[in-house]
Each structure stands twice: as C-alpha cells, then as structure tokens.
C-alpha cells in the first residue's frame, strides 16, 4: 500500500522561504511520478510542480515558476517543494501525491494521480 507523508509546511512572512518534504512508501518501481498540489479555500485544487522519478523530468506551475523547485531524494524515495519568494498567495494546503506512470510523464491532472498525502497547511503573512 502506498502512503504518503508531507511535512515542513508553516506560517512564514512574505518573501520568506520554506520547504516541505513528501516521504513515499509502498512504491514497488521506479515508473512512477510525485507532485504537489496545493488548494486554497474556496478554491479548486492547483497544479504546483511534479517530477518523473526515473528521469527527474520535472514541470512547474507558471505560478510558481522562479521560485519554487521540485527535486527528489532517490535513497530516501523523499520529493522535495524548495519555496522562495513567498506571497500570500502562495497561501493554501499543500498535498503530496504520487501515481505509477509505466509510460513515463509528469502529469499535471489530479485525476492523473491515485495517491494522495494529507496535506500540509502553508501560511504567507503580509
């Protein structure tokens, strides 16, 4: 069974920096992809960045292009969000999520994705 656990989100000022961390189990290939979404009140869920993990292919929302970077821990099957520059409208629930993909890519879709952490609350104070 697949289980995803998020951590690092928080209350940071505006143009501050934080990085959330996503610790995968349960994956038996390496064909797979893991991204993060975030959702803010109100709001549908957003696309942010995802990464293939067998190539690193990476893809980031036009949003947050600049300023935040996926990246991946292969020895400790970790995804990594870097966030810099932070503004308030960065502020949302952030989700981990991860699906096989044998095919490779780095969907954008949350259909595209069967696995899905918690969530972990980011809050951007003006």
């Known amino acids: 069974q697949v289980q995803l656990v998020e951590s690092g989100g928080g209350l940071v000022q505006a143009g501050g920096s934080l990085r959330l961390s996503c610790a995968a189990s349960g994956l038996t290939t390496t064909s797979f992809a893991m991204g993060w979404f975030r959702q803010a009140p109100g709001k549908e869920r957003e696309f942010v960045a995802a990464i293939g993990w067998s190539t690193g292919s990476t893809h980031h929302a036009d949003s947050v292009a600049g300023r935040f970077s996926i990246s991946r821990d292969n020895a400790k099957s970790t995804v990594h969000l870097e966030m810099n520059s932070l503004k308030r409208e960065d502020t949302a629930v952030y989700y981990c999520?991860?699906?096989?993909?044998?095919?490779?890519?780095?969907?954008?879709?949350?259909?595209?994705?069967?696995?899905w952490g918690q969530g972990t609350q980011v809050t951007v104070s003006s």
């Open positions: 999520t991860a699906n096989y993909r044998p095919r490779g890519g780095v969907p954008r879709n949350p259909e595209d994705y069967d696995y």
